[in-house]
């Protein structure tokens, strides 16, 4: 992706968690990797959660700004997972 040349860009993507474990996951910790000619651009992330049974088309998934796919991706806008802004750190969450 390329950054645009306006002050503000808010992009979106979203990315399929595999389905097919044998077993119950959870998340345990979190780190945000931003390439290092990137930082001065990146002030913060969102994560969103989608609605289960949202589906999509795993061969075209949503991505683009977000004001111009907020139709396709209105089902991932509800729950927050997780965030992170300049200056924040990796997340290890209690056991």
Request: include cysteine; hydrophobic fraction near 35%.
């Amino acid at each position: 992706y390329i950054v645009p040349s306006t002050d503000t860009t808010y992009f979106c993507q979203i990315f399929k968690v595999p389905s097919n474990f044998s077993e119950r996951r959870h998340a345990i910790a979190y780190k945000t990797i931003i390439d290092s000619n990137n930082r001065d651009l990146v002030h913060h992330v969102v994560l969103y959660e989608c609605n289960p049974t949202t589906m999509f088309d795993d061969n075209n998934l949503p991505i683009g700004v977000c004001d111009e796919i907020s139709e396709s991706i209105s089902a991932c806008s509800a729950n927050i997972a997780t965030t992170w802004a300049v200056g924040g750190d990796d997340v290890n969450f209690a056991k």
